[in-house]
Structure formats: C-alpha cells, structure tokens
C-alpha cells in the first residue's frame, strides 16, 4: 500500500510569505503528526491530529497551525516566515492516536526561508 | 516532563563486531519506547518497539527500568547496518520525544 506522502518535497519562500505543506498518510491511519527536524535541534513535535481534532501541540509559536480532513489528510501552515523555520517537515501516521504504536513517516517537505 | 538521551553523536565499529547504541529517558509515567533508522537517503523508519519484543533485522532492545535505559544491540554487525539511529518516547498523549540520533559507521 502507499506510504505517507508529502507534497511539495522542496519549497522556497522569502521571510513574511506563509506557507502550506500537505500530507496524506497510509490508508486506514487516523492520527497524523508532524515534526520539525533541523541540525541543531533535532525532531521537534509541532502537533498531532487524529479524526479532525488537534489532541496536542507542541512549543511552537501560533504561526505554526494545521488542520485534518475528513479522509485523513492534513495540512500544515506558518504564516509570516523567519529564516530560522527553514528545516524539514515531517509527517507521520498512526493507526491510533497517541503514537503508541510508532510511526510511519514521509520523506518531508524541505522548506528554506531566504 | 519527557526526556530522551543518546549520549553518543557518532559510533563506529568493524563488520561482525558487536554494537551497542545506547538511549537514556526521562519520564515519569509508563513510556513507549522506540528505535528508529534512517538510512543513507531514506526517509526515517520504524526499527522496533520495546511492546512487541521483536527482533528486527538482527538488532534487539530491552527496556530497563530501574536504568531507565533502552539500549539497541545486536552482536554481529554488518556494513548495511549503517545508518542514522534515533530512540523515541512516546507518553501516550499524541506526542513522541526524539533523542539527537546516533551515527552508526560499520567499517569493512
């Protein structure tokens, strides 16, 4: 079956733009999170949706925002771009909410703020 | 609060060598925990987890509580296991903590 996917895989935005990163996770998985990964702070936890609702967020600024569809897909957005949100954003899905089964993730979105 | 640590940034070892990557947490409650593996232009992977009690591509992991330590061995490394390797909590609220990851070198 398909894994997640991740569009775009490649993205570059000038500061103050906002952007949207979609991902559409295996079929048959309700909860999809997402990460940040940088150098030098390693996977950090943005938030995590299961069944349309938000169940958690992590320390992120309120630019950082998603949502979930009704067929599982989600979509993550940052509005007014620093340089410093340039990292990659992943996606991963779950069968059940609360990661208690592990993930399976995307080959994330590389987003770059110049 | 939740806390994940692999104190080694970079191991290496020689094929057919044992391996030990090592993986401390911080948690209060009862964890989930997990190993996963990034190879060379892939994308991030499930290893194992410590609920299944699975051994995966050769590599085992026990979860010691009273250590609070879940370290990833395996006793005869081979040159495809390197990789980049993460240890992960997960507290059951919809959130994982990652460890930094450890770079794993198996020389020939």
């Known amino acids: 079956k398909a894994g997640v996917t991740q569009t775009p895989r490649y993205l570059i935005k000038t500061r103050g733009q906002q952007v949207t990163l979609s991902c559409s996770p295996i079929?048959?998985?309700?909860?999809v999170s997402w990460y940040q990964q940088t150098p030098g702070q390693g996977l950090q936890f943005l938030f995590e949706y299961f069944s349309e609702t938000q169940r958690n967020k992590g320390n992120f600024p309120g630019r950082f925002s998603g949502r979930q569809f009704s067929n599982s897909r989600s979509e993550m957005n940052v509005s007014t771009l620093e340089l410093g949100d340039s990292a990659l954003y992943l996606c991963?899905?779950?069968?059940?909410?609360?990661?208690?089964?592990?993930?399976?993730f995307g080959s994330g979105t590389r987003l770059t703020v110049v | 609060a939740q806390r994940v640590t692999q104190p080694e940034k970079l191991l290496s070892v020689f094929k057919g060598a044992p391996v030990e990557l090592k993986c401390n947490y911080s948690y209060s409650g009862s964890p989930e925990l997990f190993w996963y593996v990034q190879y060379s232009r892939q994308r991030l992977q499930l290893l194992l987890r410590h609920i299944s009690r699975e051994s995966i591509k050769g590599f085992t992991a026990d979860l010691n509580k009273g250590e609070t330590s879940f370290h990833l061995k395996k006793p005869f490394a081979q040159e495809e296991d390197s990789a980049m390797y993460y240890c992960?909590?997960?507290?059951?609220?919809?959130?994982?903590?990652f460890g930094d990851g450890t770079t794993l070198t198996v020389k020939p």
């Open positions: 991963a899905s779950s069968l059940a909410a609360g990661s208690v089964y592990g993930y399976t």
């Open positions: 079929s048959g998985h309700r909860s």
């Open positions: 992960a909590l997960s507290s059951g609220a919809g959130k994982s903590t």
